[in-house]
């Protein structure tokens, strides 16, 4: 298992971001800077002053909602059991809240691969463009001598001065996004002792796949390679290694496996098969302000 993520070891972090509102999340798992399948997943709280206009990128989203309800304008709402897959290069939103939500956000690399820009890179970015313009309700703004400004979509404007070019958005496979209902699903047996599944899509040709496990105390569960679970509930071991209730892990590119010490649930997602896909360089060049 290449990273185990305990709850308990991490700090709720709190930063300004592209959007509108507070915006607190604890930093989970990182995938590898610049592969075509470079990921980011946090869990992050937001509350009732949280808005983002409607948009669309050139990468993948999971969301997992724990807690609250958050409306997508059109595109429906998620309340908590809800999974939603965001397919690259679809629009989405506005998203909007009444109260508090506690999210599960993943985002990576699609059957495109135009890649993920790693959190890190985006932050710098974000830092470097506002010696050029200001960040507000998810549009970045770049004054202009007649006393207006040029708008830009937040994060294309990152993107694009990251890169030094502009951003393509791949065609989209979906029309838009797609919110499962995870507890409509039955528990299915399984030819693993103590296992239960929920597969719940596959989708791309690149096979990204949700499912969803539950073992009971004692039940071993193999973990395929570029495999990444959330601890819905429960305990359990890898290797040497324990978690818990809200716990991270991910499979790297080796197979693996765990075992529940107690009743547990699982969410997995499977990232896709990107062997062939190549990216550009995701290394700041000449910005690309205006």
């Given at each position: 298992m290449e990273q185990v993520v305990n709850i308990r070891d991490l700090e709720l972090n709190e930063r300004q971001h592209a959007r509108r509102g507070r915006f607190q999340f604890y930093d989970l798992l990182h995938g590898r800077p610049g592969d075509p399948g470079c990921f980011y997943m946090q869990l992050s709280r937001t509350y009732s002053d949280f808005f983002s206009p409607r948009?669309?990128?050139?990468?993948?989203?999971?969301?997992f909602q724990l807690e609250?309800?958050?409306?997508?304008?059109?595109?429906?709402?998620?309340s908590p059991g809800t999974v939603g897959y965001f397919p690259e290069g679809v629009y989405y939103g506005p998203q909007t809240l009444e109260d508090e939500s506690y999210t599960l956000v993943l985002q990576f690399g699609g059957a495109s691969g135009s890649?993920?820009?790693?959190?890190?890179?985006?932050?710098?970015?974000?830092?470097?463009?506002?010696?050029?313009?200001?960040?507000?309700?998810?549009?970045?703004?770049?004054?202009?001598?007649?006393?207006?400004?040029?708008?830009?979509?937040?994060?294309?404007?990152?993107?694009?001065?990251?890169?030094?070019?502009?951003?393509?958005?791949?065609?989209p496979r979906y029309n838009k996004p797609l919110f499962i209902e995870s507890t409509a699903f039955a528990w299915q047996p399984s030819p693993l002792a103590g296992v239960?599944?929920?597969?719940?899509?596959?989708?791309?040709?690149?096979?990204?796949?949700?499912?969803?496990?539950?073992?009971?105390p004692g039940a071993i569960l193999p973990i395929d390679p570029e495999?990444?679970?959330?601890?819905?509930s429960g305990s359990g071991q890898q290797a040497?290694?324990?978690?818990?209730?809200?716990?991270s892990l991910y499979s790297g590119r080796s197979p693996s496996e765990i075992r529940a010490t107690t009743e547990t649930e699982l969410l997995m997602v499977g990232l896709p098969n990107l062997t062939h896909a190549t990216i550009p360089s995701s290394q700041p060049q000449q910005a690309v302000p205006a």
């Open positions: 948009h669309r990128h050139n990468f993948e989203q999971v969301r609250g309800t958050v409306s997508f304008g059109r595109d429906g709402e998620m890649g993920y820009m790693a959190d890190s890179i985006f932050q710098a970015g974000m830092a470097e463009l506002k010696e050029f313009g200001t960040f507000k309700d998810g549009v970045y703004r770049v004054p202009k001598p007649d006393g207006g400004s040029k708008n830009r979509d937040a994060y294309e404007a990152v993107w694009e001065h990251v890169h030094g070019r502009r951003l393509r958005y791949p065609t239960e599944l929920r597969h719940l899509g596959t989708f791309s040709e690149c096979r990204t796949t949700l499912s969803m496990a539950r073992l009971q495999h990444i679970v959330f601890v819905v040497e290694t324990t978690w818990e209730k809200h716990s």
